[in-house]
């Protein structure tokens, strides 16, 4: 089970601090946590489930090294275009905060019929509201569970 975290590369201390826990979560329902490999909402996702021995998979734009938290770096150099390659590893989204960058994956992910779990995120039609990350974790760990 791969679950994606998305949201932006400069975020709050709130987004942070919940996409720390986000990634604690995913880790300890044992599903894999994916993500852009960058700063923000994704370092701090893959450090919440490093904290958990989880395992962390980054998605990055460039040639770059991505966070220090990631377990595997996959370096595609294309840029956003690297938005379909992540949304289409994962079963289930969360997203926490978020910019335009965090929208181009939610739309992908919901055209690909993927549920979307937003956490103070786009309040768009087909993202589902959740009051906390520990709802948009339980909500796409069930998500994935029935998607696998």
């Known amino acids: 089970m791969q679950i994606a975290v998305i949201g932006k590369e400069e975020c ?3 987004e942070y601090e ?3 826990t986000a990634g604690r979560l995913i880790a300890a329902d044992h599903a894999v ?7 923000g909402v994704m370092e701090a996702a893959c450090k919440g489930a490093k904290e958990m021995g989880g395992m962390t998979i980054g998605i990055l734009p ?3 090294k991505g966070n220090p938290y ?3 770096a996959v370096r595609t150099g294309m840029g956003y275009a690297r938005n379909v390659i992540l949304v289409e ?3 289930a989204v969360v997203a926490i905060g978020g910019g335009y960058g965090t929208l181009s994956e939610i739309a992908i992910a919901l055209k690909a019929g993927k549920e979307v779990f937003g956490f103070r995120s786009w309040e768009i039609k087909g993202v589902i509201r959740c009051s906390t990350p520990e709802e948009a974790v339980l909500r796409a760990v069930a998500a994935a569970r029935r998607s696998c």
């Not at 946590?33 to 700063?39: A, E, K, S, Y």
């Open 12 to 14: 709050t201390d709130e």
């Open 18 to 20: 919940a996409a720390e």
């Open 33 to 39: 946590l994916c993500c852009g490999g960058r700063g």
């Open 62 to 64: 460039d040639r770059g």
């Open 70 to 72: 990631l377990d595997v």
């Open 89 to 91: 590893s994962a079963d």
